[in-house]
């Protein structure tokens, strides 16, 4: 079946721009995390939605970032007024349920985002 | 402190060898241990899951100490399509996933 996708698969954008980020999780998945990887950084854990609420924002680096999702799938990352700093690539993942143990995260491709 | 460390890399291997990964993290609190497989420009892939009594998976065994705080990877036989980066992942309270940096590993024929 299908995996995880995100779009757009790149973008590059402008210093003070908004953008979007778009993940479809796995038909079915009520969980879905955000994750950043920035370049010598790691996975850094952003948020997740356990169907269409987020209880753990922790994870939002500032308040430039926010996120939402609807209908219990498809879910938007956005961020407002981009520094340069947001460069990096935002992987998009999602579980059947929301996780504990045994519970398998796949991720999507992820976007590559270049704030210039 | 990382909540989760791991070797430093790369590992450069000839093709055959064994090569150990090591993994501390620093939450005892934390519930379930994976280690992720990292390709180029890829996104992450569950390798396998870490169980407290040791799990196998082909070449491929995984260990956790949880009064150490401690995980391993172990990868036998190693094959040229075994280079990849490894990620020693915690679960440390509903679906948030830790990630150690990752150790880049290098198989050479």
């Known amino acids: 079946g299908a995996g995880v996708s995100q779009s757009p698969s790149n973008k590059v954008t402008e210093k003070g721009k908004d953008v979007e980020l778009r993940c479809d999780p796995i038909s079915g998945h009520t969980a879905l995390y955000w994750y950043r990887q920035s370049l010598g950084q790691g996975l850094e854990f952003l948020i997740y939605?356990?169907?269409?609420?987020?209880?753990?924002k922790s994870g939002l680096p500032s308040d430039r970032f926010s996120a939402e999702r609807t209908g219990g799938s498809v879910s938007t990352l956005t961020i407002q007024r981009t520094q340069q700093e947001d460069s990096a690539v935002y992987l998009c993942a999602s579980s059947a349920r929301l996780g504990g143990w045994g519970e398998t995260q796949y991720f999507g491709p992820g976007t590559r985002l270049l704030v210039l | 402190r990382k909540e989760v460390e791991q070797d430093p890399g790369p590992f450069n291997v000839p093709e055959g060898a064994t090569v150990a990964f090591n993994c501390t993290y620093s939450n005892s609190a934390s519930q379930s241990f994976f280690w992720y497989r990292q390709d180029c420009r890829k996104e992450p892939k569950l390798l396998m899951s870490v169980y407290s009594s040791g799990n196998e998976d082909g070449r491929f065994t995984a260990q956790l100490n949880r009064a150490s705080q401690y995980i391993s990877l172990l990868i036998r036989d190693s094959k040229l399509s075994d280079s990849a980066t490894y990620l020693c992942v915690v679960n440390k309270e509903g679906g948030k996933l830790i990630f150690g940096q990752g150790t880049e590993l290098s198989v050479k024929p």
């Open positions: 939605f356990q169907g269409n609420s987020a209880p753990d």
